[in-house]
């Protein structure tokens, strides 16, 4: 999977539909309200905008959701349950952002990862009606209308934490849908529980991905002749590697 993220020449590929939510887990968004992954399917998507991380100024900003879907029925999940006591369910593979901006599968994150964490809160004088968001990489905080440019004006948030206390597997005996979003530019977002993770692109963008991947590496893999083979796969190899490519883990269906 991770071979698909860029193309040789830099360029990101769509990341492709492997983990995801169930329809109750809740998105974080900037206007302080949460909204589900199954509202968001079924009213729209709209003019709504998340928390997202920045990982090339390394701060919190404003991400606009530019689609939401399902992308499989699964019946095995996890629960991640975290240490503020938040609680959601997603696939086992859905890679969620630790601390220091790099990604981890959830099925692979032990309780000494540290989440990068989402920490919101009001203050306590002088613009008590506007919230505070803090900055991970710089432990500093900004006022959100002046960072994102609108007003905040809604109930007092809560701060959330950002490890994990555990994560359950789960069987279920009749699959459900779960769902993802896409983030416009940052690729990553918020849920309410206060942790961030990666975000999806629907299953056609994502095979685009696969088959782009493919097509910029054919050099690699034409034939060549007897003399050459040493210093390259044989076919049956690269038939497998190129099959891998396609569909190796990058669409689930």
């Known amino acids: 999977m991770n071979e698909l993220e860029v193309t040789p020449d830099g360029k990101k590929i769509d990341h492709p539909p492997t983990g995801c939510f169930t329809g109750d887990t809740r998105i974080a ?31 919190i900003s404003p991400g ?30 859905h890679l969620h952002m630790l601390k220091n901006g790099e990604f981890k ?25 506007y919230r505070m968001v803090l900055n991970p990489f710089t432990n500093k905080r900004c006022y959100e209308h002046r960072k994102f440019c609108c007003e905040i004006d809604s109930p007092k948030a809560t701060l959330v934490h950002h490890k994990i206390v555990k994560v359950r597997n789960i069987v ?3 699959p459900e849908p779960v769902y993802d979003i896409e ?18 692109k ?10 782009a991947r493919a097509l910029a590496n054919a050099d ?31 669409v689930n269906f």
């Open 64 to 93: 606009k959701i530019v689609n939401c879907f399902i992308t499989k029925y699964v019946n095995k999940l996890v629960e991640v349950e975290l240490d503020n006591g938040e609680k959601y369910r997603c696939t086992p593979d």
């Open 183 to 200: 983030v416009e530019k940052y690729h990553n977002f918020a849920l309410s529980a206060g942790v961030f993770v990666h975000n999806s």
């Open 105 to 129: 599968p959830i099925s692979d994150i032990v309780r000494t990862d540290s989440l990068m964490p989402l920490y919101t809160s009001y203050p306590t004088k002088g613009l008590t009606r």
């Open 202 to 211: 629907d299953i056609s963008d994502a095979t685009g991905g696969s088959v």
């Open 172 to 174: 279920l005996d009749t």
């Open 29 to 59: 968004l900037v206007n302080g309200e949460t909204i589900s992954f199954s509202e968001l399917y079924k009213n729209g998507f709209g003019n709504k905008w998340c928390y997202s991380i920045d990982l090339d100024k390394r701060e």
């Open 220 to 250: 690699k893999y034409k034939y060549i002749n007897e003399f050459d083979k040493a210093e390259t796969n044989n076919s049956e190899d690269v038939s497998e590697e190129i099959a891998d490519m396609f569909w190796g883990g990058s």
